[in-house]
């Protein structure tokens, strides 16, 4: 079978804008949770998110290019750069038949959306809507974009599954190379869906902590504590490539991919299932292809949004998969990034695959008591990174609609 392994990695966070600052905040367990400076919070419920910080788009697109790309657009080919230059890729001796873009996103522009509509409501009921707002609303279209700057002409589209997304597209990623569709696709997800519209609909349902007097601490995975999570934003960029096409060309592999699971909870329109069942589903079919049992498994990546439902359901499947076993590390890092929707997955994967390599596990930060229930049943690293020597890593996502996306990625 053919072997799929990441040769690039791009990163955008609310604690980091590259790969580097990103890892390095996330072993610190380093909060990027603050007030909400986009827009006035004054009459909505919950007023934190995490925002990126120090990140201009004018100082990375044309004028003219950002007429067109909504943010999610922008950070996605933002990040898709960094994976190249990080990689120390050039594709233009490559065969751009043979290489594809399989990119996610859980709401697209729905900046773009908004701001067209109070537009076109404020005014005089003229419709003068920009000729971009189609292509920059799309989900599909940072795809796009990407294929286009680059003249990739292999596969390309958006899978949507909500949170689970760049899980969703990962896997696809690896399945199209697998399946000898692809020697290299570009993957991963973005988000920029801190504004009115996405704040207001998420704290309706109940989902969005109101920990307002206390951003930095508000996101607290596993905790009894717990209220819901904190919005965050930005992207995630891997290259996945064919294991003898990156050895040909002397690439540097950062680790390799070997399982993907993808199932439903078939429960609920937002919630989990409260035993984990699309879980238990999603983790065992990414175990039985990568062909290992659960007890190889050495770190988790949860996917720990910190509601009250969410995270004891990803418990309970994580021990009907793993057992009670105190030698798996769990940890939530959306404690520290915020929950970046579409992009969670990519940015968690990246954090996966640091962890193997660097033989550190990140954090749990604002977590001080763990549910009684299950605080024994595994390592849960608090506050700052831990050292430990890892082989395989797991991660998880969920999303609304009961999409069920988990990855399993190989030190290399």
Same mark, same amino acid.
């Given at each position: 079978m053919r072997r799929v392994v990441v040769t690039g990695i791009g990163a955008l966070t609310p604690i980091g804008n590259n790969l580097e600052d990103f890892w390095t905040n996330l072993k610190a367990g380093?909060?990027?949770?603050?007030?909400?400076?986009?827009?006035?919070?004054e009459k909505f419920r919950s007023k934190i998110a995490c925002e990126l910080k120090g990140f201009d788009p004018k100082e990375h697109f044309h004028v003219k290019e950002l007429r !067109?790309? &909504?943010p999610f657009s922008q950070y996605a080919l933002y990040t898709v750069d960094q994976a190249l230059n990080h990689g120390n890729i050039d594709l233009e001796p490559l065969n751009k038949d043979r290489i594809g873009v399989i990119w996610g996103s859980g709401n697209g522009g729905i900046q773009t959306f908004q701001n067209q509509m109070k537009e076109y409501c404020e005014g005089d009921g003229t419709p003068r809507f920009s000729p971009f707002f189609i292509p920059r609303i799309l989900v599909d279209i940072a795809s796009g974009l990407i294929s286009i700057k680059?003249?990739?002409r292999g596969v390309n589209f958006c899978p949507v599954s909500a949170c689970a997304t760049s899980n969703t597209a990962m896997i696809e990623?690896?399945?199209y190379i !697998?399946? &000898?569709k692809a020697d290299m696709i570009v993957t991963g997800g973005s988000e920029a869906a801190i504004n009115e519209a996405a704040m207001g609909g998420f704290a309706s349902a109940r989902a969005l902590s109101l920990r307002n007097d206390s951003a930095e601490t508000a996101s607290r995975?596993?905790?009894v504590s717990r209220d819901g999570f904190v919005m965050g934003e930005g992207a995630g960029a891997l290259i996945f490539e064919e294991y003898e096409h990156a050895k040909k060309r002397g690439a540097t592999i950062y680790g390799e991919i070997v399982g993907g699971g993808m199932a439903a909870d078939a429960y609920h329109l937002t919630g989990t299932h409260p035993d984990g069942d699309g879980a238990v589903l999603g983790m065992n079919e990414a175990l039985r292809e990568a062909g290992i049992s659960a007890d190889d498994v050495d770190y988790v990546n949860m996917h720990a949004t910190s509601t009250p439902q969410g995270?004891?359901?990803e418990l309970k499947a994580a021990e009907r998969v793993f057992g009670k076993r105190k030698s798996l590390a769990v940890s939530g890092t959306k404690s520290m990034t915020g929950h970046l929707l579409g992009a969670a997955g990519a940015v968690e994967g990246i954090a996966s695959i640091m962890a193997l390599r660097e033989g550190i596990v990140p954090p749990t930060i604002n977590t001080n008591e763990i549910e009684p229930e299950f605080a024994d049943h595994f390592d849960f690293p608090l506050g700052t990174g831990k050292k430990k020597e890892m082989t395989y890593a797991m991660s998880n996502t969920f999303g609304f609609g009961g999409h069920i996306a988990s990855i399993?990625?190989?030190k290399y």
């Open positions: 380093k909060s990027g949770a603050s007030e909400i400076t986009y827009f006035d919070t !067109k790309y &909504d680059y003249g990739l990623a690896f399945n !697998k399946w &000898d995975p596993f905790d995270d004891n359901s399993l990625f190989k």
